[in-house]
C-alpha cells in the first residue's frame, strides 16, 4: 500500500514524527511537503494530496494542519476524496468501515503523536463494510 502525507506549517512536525516512526517500521511514506515551519496556506497542501489520490498515485493520504479541520475542509472540495478528521480511536474505525476515508486528518497542535499512530493503525486495519455504505458514498458523487 501506498502512502502520501502532507501537512502545512502547524501539522509539520506531526508530519516529520510519522515519517520517522513509519521508516523505522519500514514503511516509506511518501512526503508530498510542506518542507519546513514557514508559513504556508493548507488549501494549497490539500489541493496538492487531492491531485496524488485522484490520480491514483497512492492508496491512501495523511493530511495534517494544526487542527486538521481546515485541511480536512479544503480537501473535502474535491470530488472523489472523503477525508476524515480521525478524532478519536471510534472514529478511526469508521472512517474506514463505514466511509471508505480516502485522505485522513489529523491536528498537529491537538493531538499527541501516539494517538495518531494509534489511530492510522486502528484505520488500516479495519475493512471498509460496503453494503448500504455504497449508495451513500456514491450520492457524495452524484
Ligand atoms: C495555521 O495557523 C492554522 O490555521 C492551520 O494549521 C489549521 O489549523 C487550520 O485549520
Partial sequence: MKIAIASDHGGF?????????????GLMLEDLGTHS?????????ADKMAQVILSHNADLGILIC???IG??????????????????DFSAEMAHKHNN???????GRTM?????IRRIDI???TDY???????RLDKLDD
Avoid at 37 to 45: G, K, L
Avoid at 101 to 107: H, P, Q, T, V, Y
Wanted: charged share 25%.
Fill in 13 to 25: 512536525e506531526l508530519k516529520q514524527n510519522l515519517i520517522e516512526y513509519y521508516k523505522k517500521q
Fill in 37 to 45: 515551519t514557514q508559513s504556508c496556506d493548507y488549501p494549497d497542501i
Fill in 66 to 68: 494544526g487542527t486538521g
Fill in 71 to 88: 485541511i480536512s475542509i479544503a480537501a473535502n472540495r474535491h470530488k472523489g476524496i472523503r477525508a476524515a478528521l480521525l478524532y478519536d
Fill in 101 to 107: 476515508a480516502n485522505i485522513i486528518c489529523f491536528g
Fill in 112 to 116: 499527541k503523536p501516539e494517538d495518531v
Fill in 123 to 125: 484505520f488500516l486495519h
Fill in 129 to 135: 463494510e460496503g453494503g448500504r455504505h455504497q449508495q
